[in-house]
Antibody, heavy 117, light 107 residues
Framework: QVQLVESGGGVVQPGGSLRLSCAAS????????MHWVRQAPGKGLEWVAF????????YYADSVKGRFTISRDNSKNTLYLQMNSLRVEDTALYYC??????????WGQGTLVTVSS | EIVMTQSPATLSVSPGERATLSCRAS??????LAWYQQKPGQAPRLLIY???TRATGIPARFSGSGSGTEFTLTISSLQSEDFAVYYC?????????FGPGTKVDIK
């Protein structure tokens, strides 16, 4: 069965950096695009970034463009999100999700990022 | 960027009743529309994609319809496990965009 396990969340000061990881299993990771989606406390879902199966194309939400970088290591079945210049408004639960084209068909349980001084 | 709106924000329904949720896109997204369900403390779950195709394991009481800019998610007879927040999402254009959600609660 598909499993996605996020890690790397924590508390960071504004302007700081954090790298999230998502360990994937139960499917052929190198054959699928992957997404990051976030959810601020008590709020709705916000799509953050997508990377194609081979890393050839990446797309970002305007709110994170230039600050966040999505990447993947297909040899390790792992997805990453490098987050720089963090802002208070980046505080959220970050989910990774498997892409079936641009549909998010399986989700992890999320890792919490808190940006606070 | 395409803007997604959902109505109503909250829908109060009795168990066994029918629920109809609406989603509107600011420009045509063809049939590139998905619906997700999220229960408290849980990750979202894919219900519908392609506007009307149920995802694997989704009960037949969930159905989707629409194309272009107007979409509907119908739950034919609400079960206790269906009380949740429902989000639509367009995937016709980048960036992907979710609607603000409709909360279905018990009347």
């Amino acid at each position: 069965q598909v499993q996605l396990v996020e890690s790397g969340g924590g508390v960071v000061q504004p302007g700081g950096s954090l790298r999230l990881s998502c360990a994937a299993s139960g499917f052929s990771f190198s054959s699928y695009g992957m997404h990051w989606v976030r959810q601020a406390p008590g709020k709705g879902l916000e799509w953050v970034a997508f990377i194609r199966y081979d890393g050839s194309n990446k797309y970002y939400a305007d709110s994170v463009k230039g600050r966040f970088t999505i990447s993947r290591d297909n040899s390790k079945n792992t997805l990453y999100l490098q987050m720089n210049s963090l802002r208070v408004e980046d505080t959220a639960l970050y989910y990774c999700a498997k892409g079936s084209w641009e549909v998010l068909d399986y989700w992890g349980q999320g890792t919490l990022v808190t940006v606070s001084s | 960027e395409i803007v997604m709106t959902q109505s109503p924000a909250t829908l109060s329904v009795s168990p066994g009743e029918r629920a109809t949720l609406s989603c509107r896109a600011s420009q045509s997204v063809s049939s590139n529309l998905a619906w997700y369900q999220q229960k408290p403390g849980q990750a979202p779950r894919l219900l519908i994609y392609g506007a009307s195709t149920r995802a694997t394991g989704i009960p037949a009481r969930f159905s989707g319809s629409g194309s272009g800019t107007e979409f509907t998610l119908t739950i034919s007879s609400l079960q206790s496990e269906d009380f949740a927040v429902y989000y639509c999402q367009q995937y016709n254009n980048w960036p992907l965009v979710f609607g603000p959600g409709t909360k279905v609660d018990i009347k």
